[in-house]
């Protein structure tokens, strides 16, 4: 079965780091952008950050610049995540481009943009 899988969440305090890592069975990332989003308790989906099939990336959410980093290795899609703080906190999902130019960034939260989403990893940071 085709699936996106996200992994490395967990209970961290202010300041902490996290890597959390998205992978896939059935098909590559290789060729697709793929978009990490997040979604706190009670609000909208967010789009957070973008890599592209080349490595360009796009930073979506203001409050992630500088503190989030997304990159690729081996076929698998990384975020590392570092001073973490209370806000972050949030199921994180990947995503990979389902409509044209599918090799391009996006944060459409449209779910008819995306040909895989993964299940979600838990991020809570708390004191």
């Known amino acids: 079965q085709v699936q996106i899988v996200e992994s490395g969440g967990g209970l961290v305090q202010p300041g902490g780091s996290l890597r959390l890592s998205c992978a896939a069975s059935?098909?590559?990332?290789?060729?697709?952008?793929i978009t990490w989003f997040r979604q706190a308790p009670g609000k909208e989906r967010e789009g957070v950050v973008c890599?592209?099939?080349?490595?360009?990336i796009k930073e979506y959410a203001d409050s992630v610049k500088g503190r989030f980093t997304i990159f690729r290795d081996y076929g698998t899609v990384y975020l590392q995540i570092n001073n973490l703080k209370p806000e972050d906190t949030g199921v994180y999902y990947c995503?990979?481009?389902?409509?044209?130019?599918?090799?391009?960034?996006?944060?459409?939260?449209?779910?008819?943009?995306?040909?895989?989403w993964g299940q979600g990893t838990q991020v809570t940071v708390s004191p």
């Open positions: 995503a990979t481009r389902g409509s044209e130019p599918r090799t391009l960034c996006t944060d459409d939260p449209r779910e008819g943009h995306y040909k895989s």
């Open positions: 059935g098909f590559t990332l290789d060729y697709y952008s």
């Open positions: 890599i592209n099939t080349v490595g360009v």
